[in-house]
């Protein structure tokens, strides 16, 4: 019973907190559309891995977003309910994955406040219905858990050929932290490459409070990152990313290298990705995963992706993973 109102509590908070920013959202201004997609999957997992084989609604996204004003100022709010499906009571809950406004500087410079991803490399921004891997890499899992933070960033995107996009902002620290308190700078530089194609650098810097025993602590929380992404004319992509830090004090490091084709009218993409992550915890295996798949765009609403992992984890463990997953996007202009 308690377990069953706390839920009902959440999703009472979650509507109203969203019919908020909506209605402010609608009586600001009606150049706003509505979009989303849905990824259903399914997981056949090895027997010797203790996780389910069965379907899952992995992401549901519900996103609002447009101009405000005639000055161009931009917001969006999205939130996802793929956790609703979920067995156990206690994880069914809408997520709210983006809620920010970004005002234009100039022609340049713009300025972003609230809840979003965070600026660092590629993988962190790219959106997972463009990604063809199901998931992110281990490194960039496990550096930014959630993906998200709150924040306030300078962005800038120059006209001029060779001049680099710049990201630098300060922020509360990635929301799945899950400390007493947390601060972080971050800072990107990247060039456009032709074909819309993109390499840059990225660093972080933060601090993590968390309670050990009846004391706070203070922990180290930093990222140097470095990201490739090399678009062919034939088709072809190349995608890299380098990160080397400190998660919780401890030193990790992790890379992962991604190639992809799409041929022909209806976009048959084969795609191959090798990621590696070292936790630096002495008692830790190297991380390694092979991930082989192909996705097929039937139409620009729909994708059907193949895909099979073999990867090691941490703790030295040898497992495959054949999943299946329909994508489908709906709204929008």
């Given at each position: ?62 996103k ?14 999205q ?45 962190e ?52 932290w ?46 140097l ?35 992809e ?40 609403n729909?994708?059907v ?29």
């Open positions: 019973m308690t377990s069953m109102r706390t839920v009902q509590h959440a999703w009472r908070i979650a509507l109203l907190v969203v019919g908020m920013l909506v209605s402010v959202i609608v009586g600001a201004h009606a150049d706003m559309t509505w979009s989303g997609y849905t990824q259903a999957r399914y997981n056949f997992w090895d027997r010797d891995l203790d996780k389910p084989r069965d379907f899952d609604l992995r992401r549901v996204r519900l609002y977003a447009g101009t405000l004003n005639d000055r161009g100022t931009e917001a969006a709010v939130v996802c309910l793929g956790n609703l499906d979920d067995r156990d009571e206690d994880d069914r809950r809408v997520v709210l994955k983006d809620a920010f406004v970004r005002h234009p500087l100039s022609g340049e410079w713009s300025a972003r406040m609230g809840f979003t991803t965070i600026p660092f490399g590629f993988e921004e790219y959106s997972s219905s463009k990604r063809l891997p199901f998931e992110r890499s281990k490194a960039a899992r496990s550096f930014f858990p959630g993906e998200r933070e709150t924040g306030f960033y300078l962005l800038s995107k120059p006209a001029k050929r060779g001049t680099p996009q710049l990201a630098l902002g300060y922020s509360n620290g990635m929301r799945d899950n400390d007493e308190e947390s601060h972080a700078w971050t800072a990107r530089a990247q060039w456009p490459l032709p074909n819309h194609g993109v390499a840059g650098v990225s660093y972080t810097d933060a601090r993590r409070s968390r309670l050990d025993g009846e004391a706070q602590r203070d922990y180290d929380q930093n990222c990152g470095a990201h490739l992404r090399w678009n062919f004319p034939s088709g072809l992509a190349l995608q890299s990313e380098y990160f080397d830090g400190e998660i919780l004090d401890v030193e990790a490091k992790g890379w992962y290298g991604q190639v084709y799409a041929a022909g009218e209806k976009k048959a993409m084969p795609f191959y990705r090798y990621d590696v992550f070292d936790d630096g915890k002495p008692t830790s295996y190297t991380y390694k995963r092979h991930t082989v798949g192909a996705a097929w765009d039937f139409d620009k729909q994708r992706t193949v895909q099979v992992e073999r990867y090691r984890d941490l703790k030295g463990g040898s497992y495959t993973d054949w999943g299946l997953q329909w994508q489908f996007k709906y709204g929008g202009k």
